[in-house]
């Protein structure tokens, strides 16, 4: 019994790999993407554009099942919320929302995912990093508000 069960998930695991994801990568236009600092672009990019842009590392679990249905889908909403890559054409109330929530998801741990760092550790944000961050996205809220 316990065998057969094994054999079920292994086969189930094995079908699942061949069921295709769309791993994109858009081409990113550098007049509307986002350009700062490069102390900030520096932490960005390290931490939160696998998710939050068009230059997605795809890393290898992006390509096993079932982690890559995760990683695809966290891609995918990511982009959706907040995509630095058309970070100068987002809708204004929009990207202010976004930005208040980066302050808080920063403070409270929320972003980068927990699933993500279990996997990317460089990703992890030092105290130091969540200053310069917080910082950041505090000046660009008054630069818009
Ligand atoms: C592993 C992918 C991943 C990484 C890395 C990541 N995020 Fe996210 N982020 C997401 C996903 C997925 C959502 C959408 C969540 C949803 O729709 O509920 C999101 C949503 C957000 C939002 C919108 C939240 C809201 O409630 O409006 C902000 C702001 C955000 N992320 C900031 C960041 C910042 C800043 C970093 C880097 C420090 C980061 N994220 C790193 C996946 C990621």
Not at 129 to 144: A, G, H, P
């Amino acid at each position: 019994m316990v065998k057969r069960v094994f054999y079920a998930i292994v086969v189930i695991v094995f079908a699942t790999q061949f069921i295709p994801v769309k791993k994109t990568n858009p081409p990113v236009d550098e007049t509307i993407a986002l350009h700062t600092d490069e102390k900030v672009m520096k932490i960005l990019k390290r931490s939160c554009y696998d998710c939050h842009s068009n230059e997605t590392h795809w890393s290898i679990y992006s390509d096993i099942a079932p982690l890559k249905f995760g990683v695809v889908a966290h891609v995918k909403d990511g982009r959706k919320a907040l995509n630095f890559s058309e970070y100068e054409i987002m809708d204004l109330e929009i990207k202010k929302a976004r930005l208040r929530r980066a302050i808080s998801t920063i403070k409270l741990n929320i972003m980068p995912l927990s699933s993500y760092l279990l996997f990317h550790n460089e990703a992890k944000l030092s105290d130091e990093d969540k200053k310069i961050l917080i910082e950041w996205f505090r000046n660009e809220l008054t630069r818009y508000n």
